[in-house]
Structures are given as C-alpha cells and as structure tokens.
Nanobody, 119 residues
Framework: QVQLVESGGGLVQPGGSLRLSCAAS????????MGWYRQAPGKQRELVASITSGGTTNYADFVKGRFTISRDNAKNTVYLQMNSLKPEDTAVYLC?????????????WGQGTQVTVSS
C-alpha cells in the first residue's frame, strides 16, 4: 500500500506562513495526482488544493492568492506553501493521493497535521 506522511503544521499568528509537506512511500505504484484537504471541527472536509503529475493545479477560492501547491515527482512529495494565514484557516490538513497499482486506481489519505492560526 501507499503511505502518506504529513509534516509542517503548527501554531502561527494571523498573517504568518507555514509550509506543509507530504511524502508518499511504498512500492509498485504511480501517483497521478496529490492534494490537500482540510477539516475543522463541526465542518465538512473540503479541498484546499491539488496538483496532477503533469503539474496542473486546482485551488479552492478561499486560498487563491495565498496558498501555492507544488510537487517533486521524483520524491513523490507534495508541498503546500501557506501565506497570509487567517484564523479561519485553522483545521486539520490532510494529504491525499490518487495512485495506480497493478493497473488499478486507489485513493489514499494521510493522518493529518494540525494548523492553528491564533493571536
């Protein structure tokens, strides 16, 4: 199976920045896309940003101009640079990957990393 490990979360003040990383490990797979979702208490999980193996990106409206997603295909790692953070960005951020193994497409999730924006 594919394992996803997130890192980079923490506590920052409003207007601050964080960079999240997600590394995929395993064997016999090829990742087609990776992305970040977030979930705050009492709210639905929502897409933050995603990127395909070809570099096509997609962003939620509430992060456009503030967040940037990128990836290193050789390392099977995706990054989320978060700038101008707001208190409403506080949530658990989860890494997602769509990967093909033995001709089958699977969806994988990381455990999540906490991002807290507070003064």
């Amino acid at each position: 199976q594919v394992q996803l490990v997130e890192s980079g979360g923490g506590l920052v003040q409003p207007g601050g920045s964080l960079r999240l990383s997600c590394a995929a490990s395993g064997s016999g797979f090829s990742i087609s896309s990776m992305g970040w979702y977030r979930q705050a208490p009492g709210k639905q999980r929502e897409l933050v940003a995603s990127i395909t193996s070809g570099g096509t990106t997609n962003y939620a409206d509430f992060v456009k101009g503030r967040f940037t997603i990128s990836r290193d295909n050789a390392k099977n790692t995706v990054y989320l640079q978060m700038n101008s953070l707001k208190p409403e960005d506080t949530a658990v951020y989860l890494c997602n990957a769509a990967a093909r193994r033995n001709g089958w497409l699977y969806n994988y999730w990381g455990q999540g990393t906490q991002v807290t924006v507070s003064s």
